[in-house]
């Protein structure tokens, strides 16, 4: 059982299901995978941030090749939905940790750092980091700062 802001919930520890994944498919053993880091380490907590943004990019990676490599995987629509939290997460940030700073509007600079050091490997082939690449140029040639622009591709490439 889990806790956050007065709610309680079940979780599933995913990483006991790590013993059975000789015996399971491809796209069953990657979902344990992926569920395991989920249920080790969830990526919020009481709608904040809890790993590193470096993080956020390398699991929604994880997911995006799930996806692409099990699109008729009985688990499809579950990693989809995580996808898709994690691809706002990834742009938006989360109420209590945003990607640009409520006061200042500035990208969160550990955000910057990190997703500018992700986008220096090769980006090729992966439609999230085409998106994140594009819109780190955008957020580059604005100072890192929120501004219509940067607001504009967000709304039109990743809608809440």
């Given at each position: 059982?889990?806790?956050a802001?007065?709610?309680f919930?079940?979780v599933?520890d ?23 880091v989920?249920?080790?380490?969830p ?26 490599d099990?699109p ?7 990693i989809?939905t ?7 997460a990834t742009f938006?940030?989360?109420?209590n940790t945003?990607?640009f ?10 955000a ?5 050091a ?5 980006t ?8 994140l ?5 955008l957020a ?9 622009e940067?607001e ?9």
């Amino acid at each position: 059982m889990e806790t956050a802001e007065g709610s309680f919930f079940p979780v599933i520890d995913y990483s006991s299901y790590l013993n059975f994944k000789t015996h399971v498919t491809g796209d069953i053993r990657e979902y344990i995978a992926i569920m395991a880091v989920e249920s080790n380490l969830p990526m919020s907590k009481d709608n904040g941030l809890v790993i590193a943004w470096a993080d956020v990019v390398s699991r929604a990676l994880s997911q995006e090749a799930f996806i692409a490599d099990y699109p008729r995987s009985n688990r499809i629509a579950t990693i989809k939905t995580l996808y898709k939290s994690y691809e706002t997460a990834t742009f938006y940030g989360l109420n209590n940790t945003p990607l640009f700073h409520y006061d200042n509007l500035e990208m969160d600079l550990e955000a910057e750092k990190a997703y500018n050091a992700v986008l220096a490997k090769d980006t090729s082939g992966s439609p999230y980091l085409e998106k994140l690449s594009a819109f780190m140029k955008l957020a580059k040639a604005d100072d890192y700062k929120l501004t219509g622009e940067v607001e504009a591709y967000r709304k039109e490439n990743i809608p809440l």
